[in-house]
């Protein structure tokens, strides 16, 4: 069974940087692409970046290019997220999701994890 658990948001001024992770407690990670996801108040969920199986592959919404960096680690069952030049915009509950293809689409991931809040102040 796979459970996802994500950690690292918090509270952040603009401009700072937070590091988001995800564990997966299952046994299935190594065979999955990971993804995060965010959705702020009252408005739908949105795709933030994803990485494929072997991590060779990365795709990043246009929003966030060249701020946040998606990466795992296959032997900890985690992928992360780096958020650098974070902006109040970032604000959302950010999720990790797990499927068996490397898509931005949030309808073919199978597995999500419950949220981590990320609140950037101006």
């Known amino acids: 069974q796979v459970q996802l658990i994500e950690s690292g948001g918090g509270l952040v001024q603009a401009g700072g940087s937070l590091r988001l992770s995800c564990v997966d407690s299952?046994?299935?990670?190594?065979?999955?692409?990971m993804a995060w996801f965010r959705q702020a108040p009252g408005k739908g969920r949105e795709f933030v970046a994803a990485?494929?199986?072997?991590?060779?592959?990365?795709d990043y919404a246009d929003s966030v290019k060249g701020r946040f960096t998606i990466s795992r680690d296959n032997a900890k069952n985690t992928v992360y997220l780096q958020m650098n030049s974070l902006k109040p915009e970032d604000t959302a509950v950010y999720s990790c999701?797990?499927?068996?293809?490397?898509?931005?689409?949030?309808?073919?991931?199978?597995?999500w994890g419950q949220g981590t809040q990320v609140t950037v102040s101006s």
């Open positions: 990485i494929s199986l072997s991590g060779s592959n990365t």
């Open positions: 299952g046994r299935l990670f190594s065979s999955y692409a």
């Open positions: 999701a797990v499927g068996r293809l490397f898509t931005n689409r949030a309808g073919l991931y199978n597995y």
